[in-house]
Each structure stands twice: as C-alpha cells, then as structure tokens.
C-alpha cells in the first residue's frame, strides 16, 4: 500500500531542498549574482532596469521559498511562490533562448504545481499541521 503522506513528504523536501540551496549559494555573492545575470541579459529584450532588481531579489525569493518548504510552514503559499519563480525563470530563460535550462524549470514548475494541489490532502508532516490542530 502506497502512503501518500509518506511519498508528498519526500517530494516536498527534495524540490524544498533544491531551491533552498539555489538561494543560498547565492546569497553571500548577491552582487556577483547580480552582474552574471545582467550579463547574460545584455543581448536581450528585457530591460537593464528590471533584470537588476529582480536578480537581487531572486536568491532571497529562492532561499525563503525553499526554508519554508522543507519545514512545512505556509506551505502551500511557498509551493506557489515558488511556481511564480519557476515561471518567471522560464519566461526569462525563453528572452536569452537557453533551450537547455527549460527542461529543469519544467520539471521544477510541475513538482511545485502537483505539491500545491495536494498539500491539502498529504502534508502532514509539517509546521502548519501542528499549527492547525
């Protein structure tokens, strides 16, 4: 018999994992981050202006995203935001035409979306269980 808590628990904290640690290698060299990223926007359609701050925002967005769900806490809200990212990253990724990073993003993007759609249901071992009982 498949336990389904089980199995949304090791999903939940492998794609927590991974973006928990997207951010947080980020973060001590956020300028660094930040010139790489506007480099590699240079040649594009997206604007200086908005590659800046939203590579400065990025890690942080990762990081929290990603703390909150490893340990469960709002998660569903997390396993959203997180999709944003993803999708934000994908439109990104789409303006350079890096064909190679799409596939990952995807995968990414549809973990989080099955997560969200049944965290209701699975997510029980989690900060927000013990908050909510």
């Known amino acids: 018999m498949i336990n389904h808590t089980i199995t949304f628990l090791l999903l939940r904290l492998g794609i927590g994992i991974s973006m ?7 973060l001590p060299k956020l300028e660094g981050f930040s010139k790489w990223m506007t480099g590699l926007f240079e040649k594009s359609m997206m604007p200086v202006a908005l590659v800046v701050p939203f590579s400065y925002i990025l890690p942080i967005a990762e990081f929290v995203t990603g703390l909150f769900i490893i340990i469960g806490l709002f998660t569903r809200p997390a396993l959203l935001s997180a999709a944003v990212v993803m999708l934000l990253l994908l439109f990104g990724t789409t303006l350079i035409e890096n064909w190679e990073a799409l596939p990952s993003q995807l995968i990414h993007l549809s973990l989080l979306a099955v997560l969200a759609g049944y965290a209701p249901a699975y997510n029980s071992y989690a900060i927000d269980k013990l908050i909510n009982k």
Do not use: K, P, Q, T
């Open 20 to 26: 928990f640690g997207h951010g947080l290698v980020r």
